[in-house]
C-alpha cells in the first residue's frame, strides 16, 4: 500500500517524455484471444491464473507483454524496468488497491497544473488491454531476482544454443524449477522470466531450443 501511495505522489513522466505519447498514435492490441470481461471497468486483474486457470493466463501475458512494449515502454522503460524519468511500475502489488489505482491512471491518465503527464488509454484500448497489460507488469522480476542462477543458466542456454541435449525433460525440470524460485517485485506468484520462458519453449513434442537459448541470452544480458 505504501508504494501506491507513493506512486499517486510521483506519477509523473516529465513533460518532454509525457509528450512523446502524442508524437506517436496508441498502438491497438488485439485482444480476442481474451475472455470478456464486459463493460463495466472492474477493479481486480481478471486474469490472474488462479481466475482463469493458466492458460488464459498465459495468453494474457502474452498480449500484455506486446501492448505494454508498443504503448508504455517509451516512458516506463523495457520490462517495465524504468530509468528514473517515470515511476517504476513492476513495484506496484499484485493486489486489488495495487489493481485500483493501475487501472484508473490507465483509464484517465494524469494531469498536473493543467499539464498532461500521462495521457488516459481507457477509451483507446479497451478493458482487456488494460487488464493483459496489467498481468505483464506484476509478473516481472525483481531486481537481481536471477543473480544467484546467472551462471547456471548461462551454461544452459550454451547447451540449447548447440542443440546438443542429451536428456530434454531433465533440462526442462531444472529450468522450471530455478523459474520457481524467482521472486516478483510485485508480490505475484510467478515470475515471467527468462528461465520461465525458456522451460516453457522447450516443453512438449516441439521444443524451440534456437528460441529459448535466444531468450536467455537477451534476458541475461539486460540483467548485467
Known amino acids: 500500500m505504501q508504494y501506491v501511495r507513493a506512486l499517486a505522489l510521483g506519477m509523473t513522466c516529465v513533460a518532454g517524455m509525457a509528450f512523446a505519447h502524442g508524437d506517436v498514435a496508441p498502438q491497438p492490441v488485439n485482444t480476442d484471444a481474451l475472455p470478456d470481461v464486459g463493460e463495466e471497468w472492474l477493479t481486480e486483474n481478471p486474469f490472474r491464473a488462479d481466475k482463469v486457470g493458466e492458460e488464459v493466463w498465459k495468453t494474457a501475458l502474452e498480449i500484455g507483454d506486446s501492448g505494454y512494449n508498443q504503448n508504455c515502454a517509451r516512458c516506463h522503460g523495457l520490462g517495465v524496468v524504468s ?4 515511476p517504476d511500475l513492476r513495484y506496484l502489488e499484485a493486489e486489488e488497491y495495487g489493481d485500483e489505482w493501475f487501472v484508473e491512471r490507465f483509464r484517465h491518465g494524469y ?3 493543467g499539464v498532461t503527464k500521462m495521457p488516459g488509454f481507457g477509451d483507446l484500448l479497451g478493458q482487456k488491454a488494460a487488464w493483459a497489460i496489467r498481468t505483464y507488469v506484476e509478473t516481472r522480476p525483481d531486481d537481481g531476482a536471477l543473480d544467484e542462477f546467472s551462471d547456471r543458466l548461462k551454461e544452459i542456454r550454451d547447451v540449447l544454443a548447440a542443440e546438443d541435449i542429451a536428456d530434454v525433460a531433465a533440462l526442462q ?3 522450471a524449477e530455478i523459474a520457481a524460485q524467482v521472486a516478483t517485485a ?3 506468484p510467478v515470475a515471467d522470466s527468462v528461465a520461465y520462458r525458456a522451460a516453457n519453449l522447450i516443453l512438449g513434442d516441439a521444443p524451440n531450443f534456437h528460441e529459448a537459448a535466444n531468450q536467455l541470452t537477451i534476458g541475461l544480458s539486460a540483467a548485467e
Open 111 to 113: 494531469t498536473q497544473n
Open 186 to 188: 510485485s508480490g505475484a
Open 83 to 86: 530509468g528514473g524519468l517515470a
Open 173 to 175: 525440470s531444472e529450468l
